[in-house]
C-alpha cells in the first residue's frame, strides 16, 4: 500500500477538529476507493451505493479513533470491510426471518450486467472469503495488514485466500492459477461513483449533527432554567406518574390532553431547531479582535482607538500612513495596512479584502481561514501558512505566499501555490497559475499573458521556458489546458521532476485527482 501523504494526513487533522470543507474533501476523494470496494462485495450498483454512504456515515462518527500511526486509506478500507460484513450479515438474516415466517423471499439481486466475469464470480464467494480475496489479491493489502484490519487469525487469513483461489478456479473461463491472476490484473481498478453517494452521506451527517445540537440544547436550557428558579414550594404529594412533576424547580405540570401535549412538544422541537440553527450558523463568530497600530482607522462606524472586538459584517477602514491588527482565535493574526477596507464575514474564519492590502498570517492555526477575494475563495492547503494580498481599484491584484501553501478555487478551477510563488488575478479573467518569484521575467511574461488571453500559445512558450523551480507552474495547469496540451506539459514536468511509480501517465491526462496530489508530494520534497 502507497504511504499517507501529508496532505491527506492534514486533512484529516483538519477533519477532526470540525473542519466540513476538509471532511467533505477527503471523502471526495476516496469516494471511488469506497464505492469499487463496496460494489465488488455486494455486486450490484443499489446496494454499494448504500454500502459505501453507510461508511463515510460511520467514518464521520468514529473519526476521532483513527491513530496517527494508522494511514487513513488502511483504516478507511477496514470501516468499509466491516460495514460490509454486517450488511451482508443482515440479508442473510432477513432472509432467515422471512423463510421461518413465511414471508415473501427478499428478491434476489442480480449482479450488475457491466462488471467483468470475475468480479461476478467474486461475489458468489462466502462474504468471509470474499472480503480478504478482493482485499489481499486486488486491494494488495498484505496479510499483515489483513491480520489487522479484521478478526481473523494468519492461518484463518490464508486458508480463507486459498478457498476463495480454489473456488474460481472452476470457473469455466479461468481454470489456471496463471489464468486466475491475469484476470486479476485486467480488473478496471476502479468503478465510477456516483456523487449522490457523497449528497446522501453528507444529508444524513447534517442531521445527526442537528440532533446532537438539539439535544445539548435542552440539556443546557433545562440546567439554566434550574439554578435561576427558587424552589419554594411546598413538596408535591401526588405520584410521578400521575402528575409530571420537575421537583427541582417546584413546578407542578398538570396532565394535559394527547392533542395539548404533541402541538406543545412540535412547538418546543421548532423552537429547539430554530435555536440550534442559529447557534450552528453563529458558532466561531466570537472572539476576534481589531487593534490599532499606527495613525487612524474606523470599524464600522466608530473610529478604532486601542482595540476592540470585531463584529460579523463589520468592515474595518484604515486611513493613509495608518496600519490595524485583526486577532482570530486559532487562526492567527491579520495586519491590515494603509487605505485598507477589510470586512468580517458572517461565516466561521472567514473574511473578504475589499480594496487594498493585507498580511495573513497563520502560522500557529489550529484551524483554517478563509478570505474572500473577487471571483475567488483563498484558503489554506495546508495548517500554517503565512501570505499577502494586494487588491487594487480595478479588481485585479496578487498574491504572494511567503511561507507555507495554499489553495486558491475559482468557480470549478482550483490552484495550488506555495513558498515564494505569485498568483495574479483578475475579477474579469480569472486566476493565473502560480509562478516563482525567481522565475525568469519571461517565463512570468508568458504566465500573466496565458491569464488575459487564454491562449494556448503561451502554454508553449511557458513549457519551453521552464525550468525545475517551475515545476508547480507546471502542475497547475493540468486542470486549466486542453487535452492536446496536457500531454505536452505532462512531458516536460515528468523530464524536471518525474512522477512517483505508482502514478501513470493515463492518470494525469485523466486528472485523477488522489494521483496528481501524489505527484504534487514529489514536487514539494523537491522544493
Known amino acids: 500500500m502507497e504511504v499517507e501523504s501529508r496532505y491527506i494526513r492534514s486533512l484529516l487533522q ?10 467533505e474533501q477527503l471523502f471526495e476523494m476516496n469516494l471511488n476507493r469506497v464505492y469499487t470496494i463496496s460494489h465488488r462485495l455486494t455486486g450490484n450498483k443499489q446496494d454499494a451505493e448504500l454500502l459505501a454512504s453507510k461508511t463515510l456515515v460511520e467514518a464521520w462518527k468514529q473519526i476521532h479513533k483513527i491513530r496517527t500511526d494508522v494511514p487513513f486509506n488502511l483504516w478507511l478500507d477496514s470501516l468499509n470491510i466491516n460495514q460490509a460484513l454486517k450488511h451482508l450479515r443482515e440479508i442473510k438474516e432477513e432472509k432467515k426471518k422471512r423463510r421461518l415466517f413465511n414471508k415473501n423471499k427478499i428478491e434476489e439481486k442480480e449482479p450488475d450486467s457491466k462488471i467483468s466475469q470475475l468480479d461476478a ?25 489483513l491480520f489487522g484490519m479484521t478478526a481473523l487469525s494468519p492461518n484463518q487469513i490464508k486458508d480463507k485466500i486459498k478457498s476463495a483461489e480454489d473456488f474460481l478456479l472452476k470457473a469455466d473461463f479461468i481454470q489456471t492459477s496463471e489464468m486466475l491472476k491475469k484476470k486479476i490484473t485486467e480488473l478496471p481498478q476502479k468503478f465510477k461513483a456516483d456523487k449522490k453517494i457523497l449528497k446522501d452521506a453528507f444529508t444524513e451527517i447534517y442531521e445527526l449533527k442537528l440532533i446532537d445540537r438539539v439535544e445539548e440544547e435542552e440539556e443546557e436550557i433545562v440546567d439554566e432554567y434550574t439554578e435561576v428558579v427558587d424552589v419554594k414550594k411546598e413538596p408535591i404529594k401526588s405520584k410521578p406518574k400521575d402528575l409530571k412533576v420537575k421537583r427541582e424547580i417546584g413546578i407542578e405540570v398538570p396532565s394535559f390532553s394527547p392533542e395539548f401535549k404533541k402541538k406543545l412538544g412540535w412547538t418546543i422541537l421548532i ?11 453563529t458558532s466561531g463568530l466570537k472572539g476576534w479582535e481589531a487593534s490599532l497600530q499606527g495613525g487612524t482607522a474606523k470599524l464600522g462606524r466608530n473610529q478604532l482607538t486601542g482595540s ?27 495586519t491590515v495596512e494603509e487605505q485598507t477596507e ?20 497563520c502560522s500557529g492555526a489550529e484551524e483554517f481561514f478563509n478570505l474572500q477575494i473577487p471571483e475567488s475563495i483563498i484558503s489554506g492547503y495546508y495548517l500554517g501558512s503565512i501570505y499577502s494580498v494586494e487588491l487594487n481599484a ?81 502542475w497547475n495547469l493540468f486542470n486549466i489546458v486542453s487535452p492536446s496540451k496536457r500531454l505536452l506539459v505532462y512531458s516536460t514536468l515528468n523530464s524536471l521532476i518525474p512522477h512517483p511509480p505508482s502514478v501513470t501517465n493515463d492518470d494525469v491526462l485523466n486528472l485523477d485527482k488522489l494521483k496528481l496530489q501524489i505527484w504534487l508530494e514529489e514536487i514539494e520534497w523537491n522544493f
Open 394 to 474: 480595478d479588481k485585479s491584484g496578487q498574491v504572494f505566499v511567503d511561507n507555507g501553501w495554499i489553495t486558491i478555487t475559482n468557480n470549478d478551477k482550483e490552484i495550488i501555490a506555495a513558498t515564494n510563488h505569485y498568483v495574479d488575478f483578475n475579477a474579469t479573467f480569472g486566476l493565473s497559475v502560480p509562478y516563482n518569484k525567481n522565475a525568469a521575467t519571461d517565463f512570468a511574461d508568458a504566465v500573466k499573458e496565458f491569464l488575459y488571453t487564454k491562449s494556448e500559445l503561451y502554454v508553449e512558450r511557458i513549457v519551453s521556458l521552464a525550468e525545475k523551480r517551475d515545476a508547480l507552474t507546471l
Open 308 to 334: 476592540s472586538t470585531f463584529a460579523a459584517n463589520e468592515i474595518l477602514k484604515t486611513e493613509e500612513n495608518s496600519v490595524a491588527e485583526v486577532t482570530i482565535p486559532s487562526v492567527g493574526k491579520i
Open 121 to 145: 464470480e467474486i461475489c458468489k464467494l462466502p462474504k468471509e472469503e470474499r472480503s480478504v480475496f478482493v482485499l489481499s489479491k486486488i486491494e494488495n493489502y498484505s496479510a499483515e495488514e
Open 271 to 281: 423552537i429547539a431547531i430554530a435555536v440550534a440553527g442559529y447557534i450552528v450558523i
Open 342 to 361: 477589510f470586512k468580517r464575514l458572517d461565516q466561521k474564519n472567514s473574511a473578504e479584502l475589499i480594496k487594498g492590502k493585507i498580511k495573513v498570517d
Open 14 to 23: 483538519s477533519a477532526q477538529s470540525g473542519n466540513n470543507a476538509a471532511l
